[in-house]
């Protein structure tokens, strides 16, 4: 199982930007996809976007189609996601996470991950 370690959130007024990076360590899964989930203030977590090991594949919620890009450096074993455009509603505690692709947007995306992050916080400000 992988560590984990996201760095880059903040606090940003409403149309700023944030680059999250997520660092893993330790016994990593060779090819494993890794993505992103966000959890608001009282609300289920949610995938926000994923990634193959390749980067020749990734996934976006469609809430933010358009204004988050993902990408991945396997020689830094390290995954970006960058948000820009943000809004009040992306506001919430960001996870990285690694595990099977198909996962992230299957019914058990959660149940499906082989590790998890501790989390990083971004508030947007309207």
């Known amino acids: 199982q992988a560590q984990l370690e996201e760095s880059g959130g903040g606090s940003v007024q409403a149309g700023g930007s944030l680059r999250l990076s997520c660092v893993a360590s330790g016994r990593t899964s060779s090819r494993t996809a890794m993505g992103w989930f966000r959890q608001a203030p009282g609300k289920e977590r949610e995938v926000v976007a994923a990634i193959t090991y390749s980067g020749a594949n990734t996934y976006l919620v469609d809430s933010v189609k358009g204004r988050f890009t993902i990408s991945r450096d396997n020689a830094k074993n390290t995954v970006y996601l960058q948000m820009d455009s943000l809004k009040s509603e992306d506001t919430g505690v960001y996870y990285c996470?690694?595990?099977?692709?198909?996962?992230?947007?299957?019914?058990?995306?959660?149940?499906?991950?082989?590790?998890w992050g501790q989390g990083t916080q971004v508030t947007v400000s309207s």
């Open positions: 996470t690694a595990g099977p692709y198909g996962n992230y947007f299957s019914g058990y995306a959660v149940a499906g991950m082989e590790s």
